[in-house]
């Protein structure tokens, strides 16, 4: 539209189907957000059987409680306003918090899907001969151990029989410096690199 606004328009009968809208969430945020929610709409008011948004980023999925007296709990919200316009289940990949699935109902489910089996085969692609996974954070261990894992048994399923394990390393805040303390053994290793969401790219660089 002229104004800025999205018009929704479903080209064929969806009536008692099951319909998958696939959606990114990426930038801009807010347009593609509203964009999905008035398409949900569109498929319960033409009567669509089951209504599944598969959208692999999970926009305000870092907002998951109240920072202020007076803020919202936004991925509560998204959660709510997706039940509202009438989706039946919705699959994403990597949420920022676990927690984020207790904000749907029982009528409508959450799948959240890990991408690190689909990443550690990736990544053997790349010819790596010793890889250490390393976490930004201290919050990312979890995350670069899933990895780790994931890589740590396809290395041991190869038919021609690696002999390299994959390890874990860690940057956490120096006590005495105002800079980042790497934990673990990278020398002469192929060094990953895993976090969840990147923004600025502060946390990685």
Not at 73 to 78: E, P, Q
Not at 114 to 129: D, E, N, V, W, Y
Request: charged content about 20%; hydrophobic content about 45%.
């Amino acid at each position: 539209q002229n104004n800025g606004e999205c018009f929704i328009d479903l080209n064929e009968n969806v009536r008692e189907r099951d319909v998958f809208v696939v959606q990114t969430l990426g930038d801009p945020v807010n347009d593609l957000l509203i964009e999905l929610s008035l398409i949900i709409s569109a498929l319960r008011r033409a009567s669509a059987n089951r209504i599944i948004a598969v959208v692999p980023y999970y926009a305000y999925g870092r907002q998951t409680r109240k920072l202020q007296s007076r803020t919202p709990i936004s991925a509560s919200d998204i959660a709510n306003l997706w039940e509202q316009m009438g989706v039946d289940q919705v699959v994403t990949v990597d949420l920022h918090h676990g927690q984020i699935a207790g904000f749907f109902s029982p009528s409508c489910s959450l799948d959240n899907l890990s991408c690190m089996p689909a990443a550690a085969r990736m990544l053997l692609q790349q010819g790596l001969r010793k890889p250490v996974v390393v976490a930004p954070h201290a919050t990312g261990v979890t995350r670069a151990k899933e990895l780790c894992d994931a890589l740590t048994e396809l290395i041991l399923a190869d038919s021609a029989g690696a002999v390299f394990t994959p390890t874990i390393a860690m940057l956490l805040p120096s006590a005495t410096h105002k800079k980042l303390e790497l934990i673990g053994e990278v020398h002469g290793c192929d060094a990953i690199v895993v976090d969840d969401v990147i923004d600025s790219g502060k946390s990685i660089t």
